[in-house]
């Protein structure tokens, strides 16, 4: 779907992103033209809160300001190429982007809240070796707008309520992307557009330490590290950025992250037959995470085409959640969610295009 302003012109590709700015950008944007800057707020609640797809919609703000939005921005989402409904109610859009690349976005609707799980590039370099996204390598980085677009083009199908938290943990490294992902986060947590409360937003990481220290410097959002192994010689196989930022490293960066109070950093824990499942990596586990303030979320490993790993049994998983629990601390086990549809974790591929398999271990 192409929408609102500038839509019809040729040079749309060239024209900002309104998509794209945070409220300081868009002030910047009004400051340049002359405009009052606090016709942002007002801008940023038509476009995100209440979801015009036309400035002309934007009855509050002057014919001019008006005239010169839908001429010189672009309010151009990607396109939806396939919207899948999963049998529990799970339901992934895969988005198609100008330049032939998708990503893919999962709604997961539960109980007591309605996550939305969001891409931040089109694959990802960090190859690990049991994600499917990690098999295609990375086709770049998703722009600012490209992240927001796929809040608002779930909430438009969903209903403006449906969505309660975000969660990067989509296709792409978001601490590889933060030039264009915090902004994103800012919109998310900006009351005139997402208003969304900082608990209800959690960026998943595999542990690019450069990265992290700036997004705990930047946003009080909720952390999630993908850990899955308790000793380097596992982890460097599933997870091969740990050779060059390996567990001891991370931990003491979880340490001295700079945690909001009464908050606990998620610590992820792919289950996997034989690998990673044992009672002594359970002990393991307890040890090295002792004295952080953690939650264990133990996530059954959801197969795809071409993995060479199988989930550990039920039984299994039970046994290691309880070693963990016993030791006193929160765990959960992670409900699969939307398999039928390739929605599950790590089984977001979308269409990557020239996919590299680089270690960029700079945010860009
Ligand atoms: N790159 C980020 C966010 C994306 S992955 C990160 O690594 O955290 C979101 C979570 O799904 C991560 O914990 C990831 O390790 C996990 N995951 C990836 N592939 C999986 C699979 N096949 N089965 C289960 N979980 C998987």
Redesign the pocket.
Known sequence: MTTGAGADSPADDHLPHLLGLDRAGLESLLDGWGESRFRAAQILQWIHARQVVDPAEMTNIGKGLRARLLAETSLQEPEIVADHLAGDGTRKWVLGLPDGNAIETVFIPEEDRGTLCVSSQVG?S?A?S???TGAQGLSRNLETHEIVSQIRIARRHLGLDAISNVV???M???LLNLRQVLPAIRLLLDDFAYGLSARRVTV???GVLPGLAQLGRETPVNL?I?L?ATRDEIRNELVPVNRHYPIAELLAACRAYPLPPRRRITF?Y?MLDGINDADVHARELVRILQGIPALVNL?P??P?QG?GYRRSSPVRIDAFRNIVLGSGMMTVTRKTRGEDIAAA???LAGQVQNGRRSLPLRPA
Request: with cysteine; net charge negative.
């Open positions: 990802c960090l690990c049991f994600c499917a990067f943990m989509g792409g490294e978001p998943s990481t595999a999630a993908s899955h992820e792919v996530i490993f959801n795809f993995a974790c790590g089984q």
